[in-house]
């Protein structure tokens, strides 16, 4: 049993240090850094040094003369070496031409930490890559608008960590309501049995990492108040194979309706309540416990399940509900999307047909002319919620429609979005009315007609 194996090796290191390890250890360690494919991913902290050869280009040799007289830079990286420090400490040699196109920017503020600008194999690119990295950089700050009280659908939101924390008191207070307060108390019960609370003389294991939790707010859009107590996640630097999950595509969303209409078959959705929290934690963490606990305030706890916040929750949780649905329901990922999992079936008049359940994040359909009995199987793995187990009305955001058009014996699904236009509007409405403005009540298009917008010469509104 290679879960059960003892046997030690003697690991020699590039700098000639030679320790012991236990195999799994060993095997951890090789599967921490590489994908499903096996192949090795990297992440770097910084590039530390350089070196060039004989087969660099020097001097006036980077440039060339064209045709009409004009002097251009050769685009040339030959001869060159960057040494990168990865995350993990170790350290990489790579050509200038791979570094280059994997990590442009980190380069580039190398070459100019240290002089190299001015060097043909990097004079005909790093200036319009710092130009770029800057216009993006001042195109972000001039669109982020800050606002003193952040609101969503009219409702004021509470900025996250203590602040926010005490302003969700303050404005149950003025409004007369408890909605922040009984959101914050269902999230503290929630995220309690993530944790394994130590005793006052139980010390913490060794290995383990200190993170601070920080709680942030939100507004959904059927209007509930949601409190969400998450871990700093960059205060952890987990290894880039255990920190991308991936979700079904809207696409592949619009196909299975269509399948599910061509083939009438039915659909239901669900929603997987604190979806993360199924997941084992993928580091050794733990956190001192804030405020919000109460009775459990400043004692230490360790984080057992995937908290959200860790950069390794996501693919914590898709990796346990794909061995759920791979393993215990039989399904088997589509080539075209990882998250679109389907297995042979028989309907009752015996045509043989796929049942497809679709995945982002802890939102699910089930395809199939049985659905509730995959959402019934489901629900022995992870609480599904109730209330949330019906045909879909929205998804992702999107209004979804059932209806029959003329003359079809079947129905025909539709995705819209009339709900999010709906509160839209009446974001504007309300944002509106104090400048004594009002929407037009009959509109026959998005432009008045006649109107050129190449024509237009009023000044543009401000940022």
Avoid at 258 to 275: E, P, R, T, Y
């Amino acid at each position: 049993n290679p879960h059960l194996d003892t046997s030690i090796y003697q690991v020699e290191f590039e700098d000639g240090k030679v320790e012991s390890f236990y195999a799994n250890q060993i095997i951890e360690g090789i599967m921490m850094n590489v994908d499903d494919e096996g192949n090795t991913m990297y992440q770097i902290r910084e590039f530390i040094d350089h070196q060039r050869d004989g087969r660099a280009v020097k001097g006036d040799n980077g440039w060339y003369t064209t045709s009409n007289g004009l002097k251009r830079p050769q685009k040339t990286t030959k001869g060159w070496k960057l040494l990168a420090e990865m995350k993990g400490g170790e350290t990489k040699w790579l050509d200038l031409s791979v570094a280059k196109e994997a990590f442009p920017i980190e380069v580039a503020e190398h070459a100019v930490a240290n002089k190299l600008v001015s060097e043909p194999a990097f004079a005909w690119w790093v200036p319009y890559t710092l130009r770029k990295r800057d216009r993006v950089l001042k195109a972000v700050k001039r669109h982020a608008v800050k606002r003193q009280k952040p609101e969503k659908f009219g409702i004021e939101v509470p900025g996250p960590g203590p602040k926010g924390v005490a302003r969700v008191y303050e404005l149950d207070s003025e409004n007369g309501t408890s909605h922040w307060n009984d959101a914050l108390i269902k999230e503290v019960k929630t995220i309690l049995s993530a944790l394994k609370i130590l005793e006052e003389d139980e010390d913490v294991p060794v290995g383990y990492q200190l993170i601070e939790l920080m709680t942030v707010f939100d507004v959904k859009m059927d209007l509930t108040w949601k409190a969400r107590i998450c871990a700093r996640g960059d205060q952890t630097d987990p290894p880039m194979s255990v920190t991308y999950a991936s979700v079904v595509t809207r696409e592949s969303i619009r196909l299975a309706f269509v399948i599910a209409a061509l083939n009438g078959l039915n659909v239901l959705s669900a929603d997987v309540s604190s979806a993360y929290l199924n997941a084992k934690c993928a580091k050794k963490v733990y956190c001192i416990l804030v405020k919000e606990f109460g009775e459990y305030a400043r004692k230490k706890a360790i984080v057992d399940k995937a908290v959200y916040g860790l950069e390794s929750s996501g693919f914590a949780w898709r990796s346990l509900c794909a061995d759920v649905l791979k393993e215990q329901l039989e399904f088997q990922p589509c080539r075209g999307d990882m998250d679109v999992w389907h297995r042979p079936c028989q309907r009752k008049d015996g045509l043989k047909y796929y049942e497809y359940i679709l995945v982002y994040t802890d939102d699910v359909i089930a395809i199939s002319e049985n659905p509730k009995a995959i959402m019934d199987k489901l629900n022995n793995f992870f609480v599904l919620k109730p209330d949330s187990i019906k045909e879909p009305t929205t998804y992702l955001g999107a209004t979804i429609l059932k209806h029959k058009l003329d003359g079809d014996d079947y129905f025909t699904w539709a995705i819209g979005s009339k709900a999010y236009l709906q509160e839209s509007l009446r974001v504007v409405k309300k944002r509106i009315a104090p400048m004594q403005l009002t929407l037009k009540k009959k509109v026959y298009s998005t432009l008045p007609t006649g109107y050129k917008p190449e024509l237009d010469s009023t000044p543009f509104v401000n940022d």
